[in-house]
């Protein structure tokens, strides 16, 4: 079941369209990788879904039904420009924002208390935040994010201000609330968490979405049926062992092995390769070629872009 | 709602808990209590005897006014054109002219002196006029109930009845014999204190608004904000929370001040103040019913103990005064506290302001500038309009009250000012939403008048 889901959202600005009939599905329990480059309209579909702003035309659903107003309770926001007040102090400001979002003094009270012994940021409390570093700054803006336990958590950019150690911490804490029944929405330019976290994703370019699914299967489009084979005891040109349709893309040596990638004709498997190379080299390894999440972002980009120019 | 209350609640407290609004709550009444006290000090100071000549055409007061160490007055019996060529050549202090009235008792009298007349005086004279024309009306109204016991009146209404404000103008005449009016009246003061007093605190706090938002927009937090209340809950909650903060300073201002005065003020008393004696109206106190002399006798004693000029001060209708002030303060302060938020809102810092500032300032600031010509003018055409005028109304309409404004008046000065408030406060969320989600972009007229129709 998704847990929530856009259906044709569009959203036109007075110069220019930030979101042309963008439909996402969330699943519940999932973390939803939000994708693509600067301007393509993350940040103003991560604010409709928040209800900053209304889209003008296009259906939202939540938990099954129409996203009503008092929904914001069950969703949390860490939004890309974050900040806090400077001059008021951690205890107190992390007090005001978790009662903003529906908490009682007393509930709240005790959850930050938690959450502060936790993250080892008991001493905090009675600090103004301007004495606080970014990165912890940051940790009590993530906490605030997160403190009254929602349904939905929507990231922009977590990791950007943080440490790698401070990062590890955010990932492990990201992937508890999905443990506990949170689903998340995390929007991102830096591909290798999206593969170490996401399991579904939407790309989105120019206002659209061109890109979307599980990880798993979107890599599988994406794959090309190209392995990586290592081996020894053979000098010649590798394409001339090879049947035609099979495709040499790039050979290597290093100081043990010859590497080489080949890329198969569809119907062949990584069984055809290993028979007709066997009876020439000694095989040390072979591995299919996946394409990385980035690969998949750049390409997915830039062929949008082919297509556009053709169409214009 | 109980959002909306959790920001009053933020902006409040922090404000309240800051350093400078402390230091400004202490300075604010020693200086003002300052401004009040040591005038009146210097002013009843006793110096030098004043002689006052008196013409008295109506011949009620002949004889009513009473030497003291201050002023001695002396009666004339000439013609006022006369009585001016000889006051110019004596060396008197001042001319006290109360002319003939045809039908009705005099109300008024005119107070002809080289240099401005103290306050002190003044007041003495107001008092003496005052209470003699009530002595004569009380009498009158005495026969009348005599004659006509058939119908029984309360204490009340006979109070109310003869009760009686007497005006009196001051000109000044100069050297070279020419007239002009000068203004030392308490009502003039009050009203140009207040009037200053609102233009004062719609800048203080609407900049205290506009840099609340600009602090918001710049630490980035209005965004995590917004995604749990709506922007305009957001703004009004600010602009509330800062409204509370600038009426609990005035409040306590006033308390303090007021607090601050009085204990000056009777320790002035007792020391070197000689009040004049005011007793006069026991005359005819004899033969009424007990409470009505017990109500009289009381009034008489609620002035004693207090100096002339506290009793002047008192003849302001103070409540009504704060009344007024405060829903023109409230008022006047929201609908440009709106104007300011938008301008926090539509920029990125507060060097960026300036541009919108101006066409903001520029009413506020005409208020100002027109006050000086409304005081002496407070019923006039200018008057109306520009108490009338929404973004005017606030200071000009506070100078105007002090001198009585009548009722309809100042009521639809009021509605005027409530619905300007609504058209700003809905030009400003419109602005104030669109506005705080814009970073890094200088923003111009035409932007903000797209975001308005948006």
Redesign the interface.
Same mark, same amino acid.
């Given at each position: 079941m998704d847990l929530f889901s856009a259906h044709g959202v569009s959203k036109q600005y007075s110069n220019h369209k930030a979101l042309d009939k963008v439909s996402i599905n969330v699943p519940d329990r999932h973390i939803f990788g939000l994708l693509g480059p600067n301007g393509a309209g993350k940040t103003t579909l991560i604010r409709i879904i928040n209800q900053i702003i209304a889209p003008d035309e296009g259906e939202l659903t939540f938990m099954g039904r129409k996203l009503q107003p008092h929904d914001i309770a069950l969703i949390g926001y860490l939004p890309e420009e974050r900040g806090l007040y400077k001059k008021m102090t951690v205890g107190e400001q992390a007090l005001y924002l978790a009662q903003l979002k529906g908490l009682s003094h007393q509930e709240a009270q005790k959850r930050l208390k938690y959450w502060f012994d936790k993250f080892e940021m008991r001493g905090w409390w009675n600090k103004k935040v301007e004495e606080l570093s970014k990165g912890m700054q940051q940790k009590v803006q993530f906490l605030v994010t997160i403190i009254h336990e929602p349904k939905l958590l929507i990231f922009d950019e977590p990791f950007s201000g943080f440490d790698p150690i401070n990062a590890n911490i955010l990932k492990e804490e990201i992937l508890a609330q999905k443990e506990k029944g949170a689903t998340v929405i995390f929007s991102t330019h830096n591909m290798s968490s999206v593969e170490e976290l996401c399991d579904d994703i939407a790309l989105i370019d120019r206002s659209k979405v061109v890109l979307s699914g599980a990880v798993r299967s979107i890599k599988k489009t994406f794959k090309t049926n190209t392995f990586g084979i290592s081996f020894n005891d053979y000098d010649g040109a590798v394409q001339t062992i090879l049947p035609t349709g099979f495709q040499v893309l790039s050979e290597s040596r290093d100081a043990d092995h010859r590497h080489a990638e080949i890329k198969l004709p569809a119907e062949a498997t990584s069984n055809d390769l290993i028979k007709t190379m066997l009876p020439f080299v000694t095989i040390y390894a072979v591995n299919e070629k996946i394409p990385s999440m980035n690969d998949i972002f750049i390409q997915a980009v830039t062929q949008k872009t082919g297509q556009d120019v053709t169409q214009d | 709602m109980k &959002?909306i209350f959790?920001?009053i609640k933020?902006e409040y407290l922090?404000r309240v808990k800051k350093k400078s609004f402390i230091i400004m709550t202490i300075l604010g009444p020693i200086l003002m209590a300052a401004t009040i006290v040591i005038p009146i000090y210097l002013a009843s100071r006793p110096n030098e005897t004043k002689t006052i000549a008196v013409l008295d055409e109506t011949g009620i007061f002949i004889e009513k006014f009473k030497d003291s160490e201050e002023v001695k007055f002396h009666y004339l019996v000439s013609d006022l054109t006369t009585a001016k060529e000889n006051f110019s050549k004596s060396d008197n202090h001042a001319l006290l002219f109360i002319p003939k009235t045809e039908v009705t008792l005099p109300t008024n009298a005119i107070l002809y002196s080289e240099k401005s007349v103290s306050i002190n005086v003044k007041s003495y004279i107001k008092n003496v006029m005052t209470k003699q024309i009530e002595d004569l009306k009380l009498q009158a109204r005495l026969t009348e109930l005599q004659t006509d016991k058939q119908n029984p009146v309360s204490v009340d209404e006979i109070l109310r009845s003869i009760k009686t404000s007497v005006d009196i103008n001051t000109m000044k005449i100069g050297a070279d014999g020419k007239e002009s009016k000068s203004y030392t009246e308490i009502n003039m003061v009050l009203g140009m204190v207040s009037g200053i007093l609102i233009y004062f605190f719609i800048f203080m706090f609407g900049a205290q608004v506009m840099r609340g938002v600009i602090?918001?927009k710049?630490?980035?937090?209005v965004?995590?904000?917004?995604?749990?209340?709506k922007?305009f809950q957001l703004m009004m909650g600010k602009i509330v929370g800062v409204g509370l903060v600038g009426l609990t300073q005035f409040l306590l201002w006033v308390v303090l001040t007021f607090a601050i005065v009085t204990v000056v003020t009777t320790v002035m008393n007792t020391t070197d103040f000689k009040k004049p004696a005011t007793e006069q109206m026991m005359a005819q106190k004899q033969g009424l019913d007990p409470a009505l002399t017990e109500a009289i006798s009381s009034q008489d004693d609620s002035a004693q103990g207090m100096g002339v000029v506290m009793e002047a001060i008192n003849t302001v209708n103070f409540p009504v005064m704060i009344a007024a002030f405060i829903f023109f303060f409230m008022v006047g302060y929201l609908l440009y506290a709106a104007l300011f938020a938008a301008i926090g809102g539509a920029v990125d810092s507060e060097a960026d302001t300036q541009q919108f500032m101006f066409p903001i300032t520029i009413p506020l600031i005409l208020s100002i500038i027109m006050a000086q010509y409304i005081i002496q003018d407070p019923d006039g055409p200018v008057a109306f309009w520009f108490s009338i005028f929404p973004l005017t109304s606030p200071v000009i309409m506070m100078i105007r009250i002090p001198f009585g404004v009548p009722y309809y008046e100042v009521a639809l000065s009021m509605a005027l000012l409530l619905l300007g408030f609504l058209g700003t406060t809905w030009l400003a969320g419109k602005i104030y939403r669109t506005g705080i989600?814009m970073?890094g972009k200088k923003i111009s007229y035409k932007e903000l008048w &797209?975001w308005v129709r948006?």
């Amino acid at each position: 079941m998704d847990l929530f889901s856009a259906h044709g959202v569009s959203k036109q600005y007075s110069n220019h369209k930030a979101l042309d009939k963008v439909s996402i599905n969330v699943p519940d329990r999932h973390i939803f990788g939000l994708l693509g480059p600067n301007g393509a309209g993350k940040t103003t579909l991560i604010r409709i879904i928040n209800q900053i702003i209304a889209p003008d035309e296009g259906e939202l659903t939540f938990m099954g039904r129409k996203l009503q107003p008092h929904d914001i309770a069950l969703i949390g926001y860490l939004p890309e420009e974050r900040g806090l007040y400077k001059k008021m102090t951690v205890g107190e400001q992390a007090l005001y924002l978790a009662q903003l979002k529906g908490l009682s003094h007393q509930e709240a009270q005790k959850r930050l208390k938690y959450w502060f012994d936790k993250f080892e940021m008991r001493g905090w409390w009675n600090k103004k935040v301007e004495e606080l570093s970014k990165g912890m700054q940051q940790k009590v803006q993530f906490l605030v994010t997160i403190i009254h336990e929602p349904k939905l958590l929507i990231f922009d950019e977590p990791f950007s201000g943080f440490d790698p150690i401070n990062a590890n911490i955010l990932k492990e804490e990201i992937l508890a609330q999905k443990e506990k029944g949170a689903t998340v929405i995390f929007s991102t330019h830096n591909m290798s968490s999206v593969e170490e976290l996401c399991d579904d994703i939407a790309l989105i370019d120019r206002s659209k979405v061109v890109l979307s699914g599980a990880v798993r299967s979107i890599k599988k489009t994406f794959k090309t049926n190209t392995f990586g084979i290592s081996f020894n005891d053979y000098d010649g040109a590798v394409q001339t062992i090879l049947p035609t349709g099979f495709q040499v893309l790039s050979e290597s040596r290093d100081a043990d092995h010859r590497h080489a990638e080949i890329k198969l004709p569809a119907e062949a498997t990584s069984n055809d390769l290993i028979k007709t190379m066997l009876p020439f080299v000694t095989i040390y390894a072979v591995n299919e070629k996946i394409p990385s999440m980035n690969d998949i972002f750049i390409q997915a980009v830039t062929q949008k872009t082919g297509q556009d120019v053709t169409q214009d | 709602m109980k &959002k909306i209350f959790l920001i009053i609640k933020r902006e409040y407290l922090t404000r309240v808990k800051k350093k400078s609004f402390i230091i400004m709550t202490i300075l604010g009444p020693i200086l003002m209590a300052a401004t009040i006290v040591i005038p009146i000090y210097l002013a009843s100071r006793p110096n030098e005897t004043k002689t006052i000549a008196v013409l008295d055409e109506t011949g009620i007061f002949i004889e009513k006014f009473k030497d003291s160490e201050e002023v001695k007055f002396h009666y004339l019996v000439s013609d006022l054109t006369t009585a001016k060529e000889n006051f110019s050549k004596s060396d008197n202090h001042a001319l006290l002219f109360i002319p003939k009235t045809e039908v009705t008792l005099p109300t008024n009298a005119i107070l002809y002196s080289e240099k401005s007349v103290s306050i002190n005086v003044k007041s003495y004279i107001k008092n003496v006029m005052t209470k003699q024309i009530e002595d004569l009306k009380l009498q009158a109204r005495l026969t009348e109930l005599q004659t006509d016991k058939q119908n029984p009146v309360s204490v009340d209404e006979i109070l109310r009845s003869i009760k009686t404000s007497v005006d009196i103008n001051t000109m000044k005449i100069g050297a070279d014999g020419k007239e002009s009016k000068s203004y030392t009246e308490i009502n003039m003061v009050l009203g140009m204190v207040s009037g200053i007093l609102i233009y004062f605190f719609i800048f203080m706090f609407g900049a205290q608004v506009m840099r609340g938002v600009i602090e918001e927009k710049t630490s980035r937090i209005v965004e995590v904000i917004i995604s749990s209340v709506k922007p305009f809950q957001l703004m009004m909650g600010k602009i509330v929370g800062v409204g509370l903060v600038g009426l609990t300073q005035f409040l306590l201002w006033v308390v303090l001040t007021f607090a601050i005065v009085t204990v000056v003020t009777t320790v002035m008393n007792t020391t070197d103040f000689k009040k004049p004696a005011t007793e006069q109206m026991m005359a005819q106190k004899q033969g009424l019913d007990p409470a009505l002399t017990e109500a009289i006798s009381s009034q008489d004693d609620s002035a004693q103990g207090m100096g002339v000029v506290m009793e002047a001060i008192n003849t302001v209708n103070f409540p009504v005064m704060i009344a007024a002030f405060i829903f023109f303060f409230m008022v006047g302060y929201l609908l440009y506290a709106a104007l300011f938020a938008a301008i926090g809102g539509a920029v990125d810092s507060e060097a960026d302001t300036q541009q919108f500032m101006f066409p903001i300032t520029i009413p506020l600031i005409l208020s100002i500038i027109m006050a000086q010509y409304i005081i002496q003018d407070p019923d006039g055409p200018v008057a109306f309009w520009f108490s009338i005028f929404p973004l005017t109304s606030p200071v000009i309409m506070m100078i105007r009250i002090p001198f009585g404004v009548p009722y309809y008046e100042v009521a639809l000065s009021m509605a005027l000012l409530l619905l300007g408030f609504l058209g700003t406060t809905w030009l400003a969320g419109k602005i104030y939403r669109t506005g705080i989600l814009m970073y890094g972009k200088k923003i111009s007229y035409k932007e903000l008048w &797209k975001w308005v129709r948006y």
